[in-house]
């Protein structure tokens, strides 16, 4: 049986989309914390809330890709445990 491997990259224009997005979205979000006509306190906590809802969704991104590539190596040990085994039976017969 022959091996394949494939490498799933992202082409350069959807890195450059993804980054520019978080980019956005948390200058956005910033200028409109900034600009909000309230006190000093209330624009900390939202600034904190911001920070914590980032570093929440990171931890999450991360967590989820672990679990991907883990279950990844998971199959691609029982798939080599399925070759050894055919190729153990065939040199029986």
Do not use: C
């Not at 890195?15 to 979205?25: D, E, Y």
């Not at 989820?64 to 998971?74: A, F, K, P, T």
Request: hydrophobic share 45%; aromatic share 8%.
């Amino acid at each position: 049986m022959g091996k394949e491997n494939f490498n799933q990259s992202h082409s350069s224009a959807w890195v450059i989309q993804t980054w520019l997005s978080f980019i956005l979205s948390i200058g956005a979000t910033s200028i409109g914390i900034i600009y909000l006509p309230v006190d000093i306190w209330i624009k900390g906590y939202m600034g904190m809330g911001l920070l914590f809802s980032i570093g929440s969704t990171v931890s999450l991104t991360k967590t989820q890709r672990d679990l991907h590539e883990s279950s990844r190596i998971i199959a691609k040990l029982e798939e080599a445990k399925v070759e050894r085994i055919l190729a153990e039976h065939n040199q029986i017969n």
